[in-house]
């Protein structure tokens, strides 16, 4: 998985876009356990203020995505690479209101996150991307 991860996130460095329909970014954290950077390429839809929603979806597995589990251990280590640059950002898992409203644009934009949901027992983490200000 870590080979093709890889491979997906060197073309979305180099030609950005789209990836399977999706906008798409490169999502680094830290590993939990090893301290070493993961990368990792994930789909991401528009939120409002510039913000961007990603989902741990792990295309509708038992278990959240390892990139979920690093982002909580280290949530002050997050950034993307999205349209040639490199962005700080915070991590927030969303609850309630919020998540039910991002997740119905999700589903809207994506049928196919509706599928996943159905796969699965557990409720798909929807999290927020917010640019942190340079310096933070």
């Known amino acids: 998985m870590r080979w093709a991860n890889t491979l997906m996130a060197r073309r979305i460095r180099r030609r950005g876009g789209t ?15 090893s301290g070493v950077e ?3 390429p994930v789909g991401w ?4 203020d510039g913000t961007r929603f990603i989902v741990a ?8 995505p390892a990139w979920y589990y690093n982002l ?3 949530p002050d280590r997050v950034r993307i690479e999205v349209d040639g640059r490199t962005v700080a950002v915070t991590a927030e898992q969303l609850r309630g209101t919020p998540r039910e409203q991002a997740w119905q644009q999700i589903v809207g934009a994506a049928p ?5 949901q159905e ?7 929807v999290i927020r ?5 340079a310096g933070d």
């Open 57 to 64: 979806s792990a295309n509708g597995a038992a278990d959240n």
């Open 119 to 125: 796969k699965t027992d557990r409720e798909l983490p």
């Open 45 to 48: 839809f528009p939120g409002p």
């Open 129 to 133: 991307l917010t640019e942190r200000p």
């Open 19 to 33: 990836m399977m329909g999706f906008n798409t970014l490169v999502l680094l954290t830290v590993g939990r356990r």
């Open 112 to 116: 196919r996150f509706g599928q996943y």
């Open 38 to 40: 993961r990368a990792t």
């Open 72 to 74: 909580a251990a280290h």
